[in-house]
């Protein structure tokens, strides 16, 4: 069970300040409950029930709309992901201190862009980001639902 599924259940409660510990005291000890909430132990199933209610059944999670790698969608996904891996490399890059020992000019700069290029490639290939996978799930649910 989660803790966190107890904690969103008085979110939305109303806060009820007690004027003295001796209130709360009283309160408790004259009905065993919290007041306005029941016992912890009613707390607890209520929670299990309503998290129970909020999993998946394992039919559904069987249902998940499958990925056609020959898709003219999942290749633009693809692209997506290669970009964004480049990006990600490039700025990684950029924190690295170019010693200026070495002027590549112009000519370096389209080569190393090039290299990364490939590099974002190869990684969207074989690193299985995922990230093509999932743009693509949440794209084409539309046409399958």
Known sequence: MEINALGSQFVNQAYVPFSSADQINQSLSATGT????????????????????????????????PIDKNDKLYEVC????????KNLIKSMRGTVQKTGLLDTGFAGEVYEDMLYDEYAKTFAQNANFGFAEMAYRELSQGIYS
Do not use: V
């Open 78 to 85: 693809m692209e997506l992901e290669t970009f964004l891996i």
């Open 34 to 65: 919290t007041p306005g909430l029941g016992t912890f132990e009613d707390l607890l199933k209520q929670a299990q029930s309503s998290q129970a209610q909020a999993e998946l059944p394992s039919s559904a999670i069987s249902k998940t709309i």
